[in-house]
């Protein structure tokens, strides 16, 4: 259980009433609540939110509450409180056996059960140091302590705005339907699934993240369909960092920063006057859809044929290359080179230069 955020606790318990109740009571407590009224809801909520505990009636569905209690001990043993309605005492041993921090009568009070909710979830640790780590961006997600910084800074979520954040990261910039997003973090807090409720839980999200809707670092929303990570622009502090990224702007020649996709992470000014293209909108372009690279002859230098690829094959210093590229003006004789842009940790940027040929060069 993560310090900066508050307590999560999953709750199966199929009787409405009842299921109400204790919700009531946790919340007053201090806890966020997952509710689940079915065995088959409930399974997958523990491993997709990691409570900090999870209250069970092992009686939901003829008896598949004990699969939830089976699903919290396979997940990090996550404290668990049974609660039998027949109070019946080869229960509470099969329970305690089962991996049970308590076990307790349906009737309990709930002011009762959420005390001691609260004293397992001041008791709980995350499962295992060095668990799933998201990142994007400078923004952090650790997802068994259940915490989200930026810059180093705390950022505190609720249990709904942390599982639509997680399934972003998860899906790796890829765009994700609304649908889709209610079905991957389910109802929380008793709120209904719906994509009325999936934006506004999006848009509180993006304010507690100090996102710009204009200028989207972290989550940006795709018309008609859904959201996803930011794509934006954000290349020079992130990639390349402030010290190589003002370097990279006084350089006199066009200089593009490549990832191993050959995806544009920066340009500096000069690839700006030099393509006649704001370079905030060339960042996450693929290179040969902005260049339109052909050789001296025109044939297209793409595939195989592609400079980038041959640098990241294992040829990483190309100079002078001669080719024709996309400019300001229209087709642009120039020469590029290209080089590698260390990060640490193994990882490499390629960086091209594109230098305008002269007449004498090109003759």
Partial sequence: MGQLETPLVLVLEPQRALAEAIGIALRGAGLQVVSCRHAAEAVPAVAFHRPSVVVIDVGADDGHGWDVLAAARDHGHLPAIVLDADDDAAVRRAAYAAGADDVLPATVDPSDLAARVVALARRA?????????????????????????????????????????????EAGGATLAREQLVSRTGALDDEPPSDRAIDLHVTRLRRRLGDDPHAPRYIEAVYGVGYRLAHGDGGVQEQVGADASTLLDAL????????????????????????????????????????????????????????????????????????????????????????????????????????????????
């Fill in 252 to 363: 006199p020649d066009a200089v593009l920063v490549l990832d191993a996709d050959l995806v544009i992470r920066f340009a500096n000014r000069s690839t700006e006057l030099l393509l006649g293209v704001p370079r905030a909108t060339l960042s996450g372009k693929r290179c040969g859809a902005v260049l339109l690279c052909t050789s001296c002859a025109g044939a297209a230098l793409d595939g195989p044929r592609c400079f980038g690829r041959a640098a990241l094959g294992g040829l990483s210093q190309i100079h002078d290359a001669p080719a024709v590229v996309h400019g300001v003006t229209g087709p642009l004789p120039v020469s590029l080179s290209y080089g590698q842009l260390q990060l640490g940790k193994g990882d490499a940027l390629v960086t091209v230069t594109i230098r305008p040929r002269t007449a004498t060069a090109v003759a």
């Fill in 125 to 169: 640790r995350p499962d295992a140091p060095g668990g799933t780590i998201h990142r994007h961006r400078d923004l952090l997600m650790d997802v068994s302590a259940h915490e989200v910084t930026i810059a180093g800074k705390p950022v505190t979520l609720t249990a709904q705005q942390f599982a639509i954040l997680r399934v972003l990261l």
